[in-house]
């Protein structure tokens, strides 16, 4: 079952790479939030997650990711941007689970 979930989570982080960042959204604050800080971020929290390698401050990472994309995603108004930051959301909770499953 981790080995899925792993998998899954590679694909997400490829097709991530492969899409091009919502155009307007560089330099942009959505909800107080950075929206280039917020991708990066995102995409870090799911790489090391990925590489086994979150420390002693994963918690309090995933929590503050959540929370910004539960405050940034229903203000974007724009379809791309919306799917694109859904998708990276979907990726931190992929990632939170596999962490979970890791911990058991």
Known sequence: ??????????????????????PGFRGLDVEDWDM????SDA???????????????AHGRLTRLTS??????PAIGD???????????DMVVLSAEIESQRKK
């Open 79 to 89: 379809e791309y941007a919306a799917k694109y930051y859904t998708h990276l959301y």
């Open 68 to 73: 910004a994309f539960r405050k940034v995603l």
């Open 1 to 22: 079952m981790l080995d899925e979930k792993l998998g899954a989570l590679a694909q997400m982080m490829a097709e991530h790479m492969a899409r091009p960042f919502p």
């Open 36 to 39: 280039v800080m917020l991708d």
């Open 43 to 57: 995409y870090a929290y799911a790489a090391c997650v990925y590489e086994d390698l979150l420390g002693e401050q």
